[in-house]
């Protein structure tokens, strides 16, 4: 065996060469760097048995001459940039038993020479571009186990041959445009089946009854199909495990046999998983369904199910999501639905449910999402909902609540994502507990009688996006406090009685996109300024006592007197804004020219200078209006290929999003300089904190811009910041009209304002994502030449042109286990053969997870001066292993595998909200970063 190159370098693997390996049997090259193509003098090694090329970068095609080493047994070259055909020449190896070629960018077919494999035991090809229809002849390789073959291309009908190989334990088939039906014998010819995967293809008909006999079934996966009629019984399956069955046209709509199979599964004693939402199922949940004790997962929702839950489902102990939303289930929500003490989401919505909600629901202590919208449900809000301390999400709106809003609910400070509570007949004022939900996102309390004023206490929420209070009874002035409301998106307090003039801090708050006045009794001179000169955000129509304002609103002119007087407050605010060293978007409306940015930054100066990247350096400058302005400014070295498009990507997919953890663009520059050369240049806000990379690898910039010795984030400040990236993450791949895929995340492109607040930047390789098909891969789409960067880029970037969402999971994978090892993802101390993924996950596997974590936190050089965010002892192993546990769930080397952005985000949450509940003393609280 050789492990390491032989001959010296691969580079000396001539034509020339003296080769001296022929009585070599086993060679093994794994997770190396060689970046050519496979030398196709391997075929002289004739006596070879076992060739493993997997995890390097080899380019080109599968050389033909292997076909000359008829001993080869085992042939692995996964993950790595193979393109070309697969030669048809390797048909004649007879002897080959495995066949692993996927994660690559391999083109073309599966040859039909495979069929004269006759050892071939596992062909694995997946993550490909393979295309055409699969070769009948592949029913010859009586040998055959394991056939792995998804995420490609492949069309047509699977051949029947195929269907006949008893020795088949494994078929994967999944993400392709296979059509056509199962054969109806297929649970019967498939004596040893384990596992069947055709998800996402546009496979027809109905579930072939002989599933019913394959007893070692474990796991079975048709979703994403146009699968018709019942589901078998699966009753011969002790060892089932997982089924799904999402989104077909399965069941009856209330056939009396439609959920018997589900009945069948008791004898499934390991049964966790339950996916069947998005069908045509009808009729009542079995009683039955109690008996799956080991359930995790039960997803019904958008079917046509009615009657009452069953309270034998009280014996789901194990049960961690329940999602029933779309349905027609009525009556009153079982009280003993509190004995799911492992229960994280609840989703009752849009069903028929009556009655009021158990008090036994506050036995829910580790629910984190709890959705009962859209009901007949009454009476008060339990208040013991408060007992539930890691809910995040709690909608209870379009119901019959009445009475008043629990202090308790208004209190639960781990409420982050959204509280909705409108459109019921709720009374008296808002609880000025409110001001607890210091991490929320979104609050509406619309369409409800409440009344008394809008309470102070609600401009703590200093993470809101999102407020809704219309339709209520409320009275009194716009508190002076909401001026902390930086991040919001959209304000509605339409059709109340509230009074006053409208504040002047509107003005400034840029992120704006609906400010809903309109309907109350305000007053006084509306402002002309800011984000109050847009009517397309603005609406004040119904207020009868407001004057001027732009010609757009068609309020009348306001007296002499009140026209001074603006002009008076109007010179204060810009004096005081005066005083101001930042920048925000509503200071610079206009482009810059050349001349202004050239003397900002001293003549682009090396000593204004704070970053380098690929296509351009960064620098800081300062405005010489007024205000003196600070500002970053990215200058674009064109000469460099790529350039210019990188700043019509960046420009094209800044210009339409706002979030608070994007960096903020504020203008272009796209000119000459003074010896008449183009000039392109975009101007930010200036973060002064620098980037995050800094932080974790502090370098000298650190000891410049701040004077003493670097310092360090502490878990607290990493934790937060890991939330910040993912909320923007979150806000770019499900909130923007066009996905975009930012192609290069890494420490580097996440900036540190003063409050150590995490902004993503540098846009220079995004991408919108197309248009696409909902069965096709989710953010499949070409993107020629695009890699990012190496340890950070998701295998899947450097084996072919394939862009998705769950390519800046990946990397944001990596930049969560870098944050809290210390490590790069290319550092020489991982040890070879490793690479960050895998050096945390046998941390985890050994039970070792404080070995790997950085010692810059357990220090006392923290950048703040406590150290009661740092954990300790047993509390210090568990946060460490579930934020590690997310870092590895998002960088798994599979696509579809990968946890979706925004649930690792509320699992991360989760984790602050365990870290700052341990670490305060009763009655104080901490900040906290941004959150979903």
């Known amino acids: 065996m050789i492990s390491t190159d032989p001959l010296g370098a691969m580079s000396s693997w001539n034509d020339s060469s003296d080769f001296c390996g022929c009585f070599l049997r086993e060679l093994y090259l794994s997770n190396n760097s ?37 001993n080869l047994v085992m042939f692995n ?80 009908e699977i ?130 369904i109690g008996n799956l004790s080991a359930l995790q997962i039960l997803y019904i929702s958008e079917n046509k199910l009615s009657g009452e839950l069953p309270l034998e489902i009280q014996n789901l102990n194990n049960l961690q999501r329940l999602v029933a939303f779309d349905n027609g289930f009525s009556g009153t929500i079982p009280s003993t639905i509190g004995k799911l003490q492992n229960l994280e989401e609840l989703d009752l919505s849009n069903n028929s449910f009556t009655g009021n909600v158990p008090s036994s629901i506050g036995n829910l202590t580790e629910l984190l999402e709890l959705k009962l919208a859209r009901n007949n449900l009454q009476g008060e809000i339990p208040s013991r909902i408060g007992n539930c301390t890691k809910l995040i999400t709690l909608d209870l709106s379009r119901n019959n609540f009445s009475g008043l809003i629990p202090t308790q609910v208004m ?42 004023s809008i309470p102070s ?99 009348p002119p306001c007296s002499f007197s009140r026209q001074i007087m603006g002009s008076c407050l109007l010179i204060f605010w810009i004096k005081r804004r005066g005083k101001q060293d930042r920048v925000t978007a509503d200071d610079l409306q206009v482009k810059l020219s050349y001349q202004r940015l050239h003397k900002a930054t001293d003549g682009f100066s090396t000593a204004n200078l704070v970053g380098v990247g690929s296509f351009g350096s960064v620098y800081k400058g300062v405005l010489d209006d007024k205000n003196g302005a600070t500002i970053a400014v990215k200058v674009f070295n064109l000469e460099r290929r790529g350039a210019s498009k990188s700043f019509k990507a960046e420009c094209e997919a800044l210009k339409n999003i706002r979030h608070r953890n994007l960096v903020r663009i504020v203008t272009v520059c796209s000119s000459v300089d003074y010896r008449g050369n183009d000039f392109k240049a975009l101007v930010y806000e200036f973060l002064a904190n620098g980037s995050l990379e ?43 009209q066009t996905p975009i895929v930012h192609c290069d995340l890494k420490p580097s492109n996440v900036l540190l304002d003063d409050d150590m607040t995490g902004h993503v930047g540098d846009f220079g390789l995004a991408r919108f994502l197309s248009s696409l098909d909902k069965r096709s891969f989710e953010g499949r789409t070409s993107s020629v030449g695009v890699r990012g960067t190496v340890g950070y880029a998701p295998p899947e970037y450097g084996m072919g042109n394939l862009v998705s969402i769950q390519g800046d999971v990946y990397s944001y994978g990596i930049l969560l286990l870098e944050m809290f090892t210390g490590r790069r993802p290319t550092d020489e101390s991982l040890g070879a053969g490793l690479n960050l993924h895998n050096f945390v996950q046998f941390a985890l596997l050994e039970k070792s997870a404080a070995k790997v974590v950085d010692q810059a936190l357990l220090t006392s050089h923290a950048s703040t001066s406590s150290s009661e965010y740092i954990p300790k002892s047993e509390k210090s192993e568990e946060l460490l292993i579930s934020i590690f546990e997310v870092g590895l769930a998002c960088s798994s080397d599979i696509p579809q595998e990968r946890l979706g952005i925004r649930e690792a985000a509320l699992k991360l949450v989760s984790v602050r909200n365990k870290l700052v509940g341990s670490a305060l003393p009763e009655g104080e609280s901490a900040k906290a970063g941004p959150c979903m």
């Not at 060689?34 to 380019?59: A, D, K, V």
């Not at 609050?443 to 009344?451: A, E, I, K, P, R």
């Not at 800094?694 to 811009?705: D, G, K, T, Y």
Request: charged share 15%; proline share 4%; net charge negative.
């Open 34 to 70: 060689f970046t050519r193509e496979i030398p196709p003098q391997l075929g002289r090694l004739h006596r070879l048995e076992r060739l493993y090329l997997l995890n390097n970068s080899f380019t080109s095609d599968i050389p033909a001459e292997l076909s000359s080493c008829s």
């Open 77 to 156: 070259a996964a993950n790595n940039r193979l393109t070309g055909e697969i030669p048809r020449e390797i048909g004649s190896l007879n002897n080959l038993q495995n066949f692993v070629v996927s994660f690559n960018s391999m083109r073309g077919n599966i040859p039909a020479s495979f069929g004269n494999m006759s050892s071939l035991r596992v062909l694995s090809a997946s993550n490909n571009f393979l295309s055409g229809k699969l070769p009948a002849t592949l029913g010859q390789l009586k040998n055959l186990s394991i056939l792995y073959l998804p995420m490609n291309g492949f069309s047509g």
């Open 159 to 288: 051949p029947s041959s195929i269907f006949n190989l008893s020795s088949l334990s494994n078929v994967y088939f999944g993400f392709n445009q296979l059509q056509g039906s199962l054969p109806s014998d297929m649970g019967i010819s498939l004596p040893n089946l384990q596992s069947f995967d055709v998800a996402l293809n546009y496979l027809s008909g109905t579930v072939p009854v002989s599933f019913s006999n394959a007893s070692n079934l474990e796991q079975l996966q048709l979703q994403g199909n146009d699968f018709r009629g019942g589901m078998p019984s699966l009753g011969r399956s002790p060892n089932l495990f997982r089924l799904i069955i999402n989104n077909n046209s399965l069941g009856n709509a209330g056939g009396e046999d439609d959920l018997s199979f589900i009945s069948s599964l008791s004898n499934a004693t390991n049964f966790q998983a339950l996916i069947m939402d998005h069908n045509n199922f009808g009729g009542r949940l079995p009683v039955d």
């Open 411 to 452: 209190s639960l400070a781990s409420l982050s994502v959204f509280l909705n509570l409108s459109h019921n007949d709720l009374t008296g004022s808002i609880p000025v507990e409110v001001g607890n939900l210091q991490n929320m996102g979104g609050l509406d309390l619309s369409h409800n009688g409440l009344s008394g």
């Open 457 to 555: 206490s609600l401009g703590s929420c200093v993470r809101l996006e999102s407020v809704n209070l219309q339709g209520n009874q409320l009275q009194g002035a716009i508190p002076s406090s909401l001026r902390s409301l930086r991040g919001i998106q959209r304000l509605d307090i339409s059709s109340n009685n509230l009074s006053g003039q409208i504040p002047e801090f509107f003005e400034g708050m840029n992120l704006l996109q609906i400010l809903n006045l309109s309907h109350n009794s305000f007053e006084g001179e509306l402002s002309v300024n800011g984000v109050l000169r847009n009517d397309s955000v603005v609406s004040v129509i119904g207020n009868s006592k407001l004057c001027g304002g732009v010609a757009e609103f068609n309020l």
């Open 694 to 736: 800094e932080w974790l690898h502090p370098v000298r910039s650190i000891v410049q811009r701040t004077g003493h010795l670097p310092r360090s984030l502490d878990f607290l400040q990493r934790l937060n910041v890991a939330i910040d990236v993912a909320s923007a993450l979150d806000y770019l791949q499900h909130q923007c």
